[in-house]
């Protein structure tokens, strides 16, 4: 499909640059939206940051375009969804002296 913009003025070139980026944004967090959806608050969820060892926590809060994931040691992680994956039952993942389930417990998720 081919679009001549010729016929438009620079103003209203301007004013379809904005709605085509609005909606871009749009679609943008439909998508992340989509994704948060598989996940619920109080899933055990892993993720790996660059240059970081793979961290697991506990999706604690749906953000706008991210979710809260919070670790074991208390460390808050604002993290797109697209970078989430399952981690293991919060009764086999152990880290140093507390895990998962002894997390959720104290945040009042089951």
């Not at 301007?14 to 989509?34: G, P, S």
């Not at 969820?45 to 809060?61: A, D, N, Q, W, Y």
Request: hydrophobic residues 35%; contains cysteine.
């Amino acid at each position: 499909m081919k679009i001549s913009l010729d016929q438009f003025t620079e103003s209203e070139l301007i004013d379809i640059n904005h709605k085509i980026v609005e909606h871009l944004r749009f679609l943008n967090q439909k998508r992340a939206h989509t994704k948060m959806l598989a996940f619920k608050v109080g899933d055990c969820v892993s993720f790996k940051p660059e240059g970081h060892l793979p961290i697991v926590g506990i999706l604690t809060r749906y953000n706008k375009k991210t979710v809260t994931v919070i670790t074991n040691v208390g460390q808050h992680w604002n993290v797109s969804p697209n970078f989430l994956r399952r981690a293991e039952s919060p009764e086999k993942v152990k880290h140093g002296k507390a895990n998962v389930h002894t997390l959720k417990m104290k945040l009042g998720l089951k």
